[in-house]
């Protein structure tokens, strides 16, 4: 009876606690062309706060995600405390709530798209093509960009900018946003 006991009082521990943080400010839509900025977030030294992006992206092909950089400044009281640049969507770790959607093929416009796979063995390297067929997908999901931690209380300002890295990225059909928690 004791293991049943451990594993319930785990499970309620599990799903009490918040693995993401608690959500700071609500979702902002990226403007690509402007900076858009974050005012009054109020923090204690401690805290770290999470900057998560969410990409709603229509036209993915075989999996392959849409880059952009991330260009922050973070302030307090006008001076700046930390600044940077990171990758957004770079790999694929840290996405929670994701919805991926095959969309249907046309019967008349099969693609095939090489494909080079390498194979490692133990005596040589060797490299083949194989063909693959090309699939589209509409994908929606956040991941987390960056883990920024707080050394002095206040109110602070977070001004950042978006941009595309390549003309895939900066289709229309790419919709970026922005979410801050704190953990």
């Known amino acids: 009876m004791k293991p049943l006991s451990l594993i319930i009082l785990c499970s309620f521990f599990i799903l009490s606690c918040n693995p993401v943080g608690e959500k700071t400010t609500e979702e902002a839509p990226v403007d690509m062309q402007l900076v858009n900025t974050i005012d009054g977030l109020d923090l204690k030294k401690g805290d770290v706060i999470v900057v998560w992006s969410k990409l709603d992206a229509s036209f993915i092909k075989n999996g392959v995600l849409p880059s952009f950089d991330f260009i922050y400044n973070l ?3 006008g001076n700046t405390v930390e600044n940077s ?6 790999d694929k770790k840290h996405i929670i709530n994701s919805t991926y959607k095959k969309q ?8 095939d798209a090489p494909e080079q ?11 083949k093509v ?4 090309e699939v589209s997908a509409s994908w929606e999901f956040e ?9 002095k209380d206040g109110k602070y300002t977070l001004d950042y900018k978006v941009k595309a890295k390549n003309a895939e990225s900066d289709s ?3 919709k970026a946003s ?3 928690r704190k953990k």
């Open 85 to 90: 640049s990171v990758l957004m969507f770079a």
């Open 117 to 127: 796979t390498s194979e490692y063995g133990d005596e040589s390297d060797s490299t």
């Open 75 to 77: 302030s307090l009281n």
């Open 172 to 174: 229309m059909f790419n």
């Open 130 to 133: 194989e063909k693959e067929k």
């Open 143 to 151: 991941q987390k960009v960056i883990e920024i931690p707080i050394k």
């Open 104 to 111: 249907k093929e046309d019967e008349n416009e099969e693609k």
């Open 178 to 180: 922005i979410v801050i």
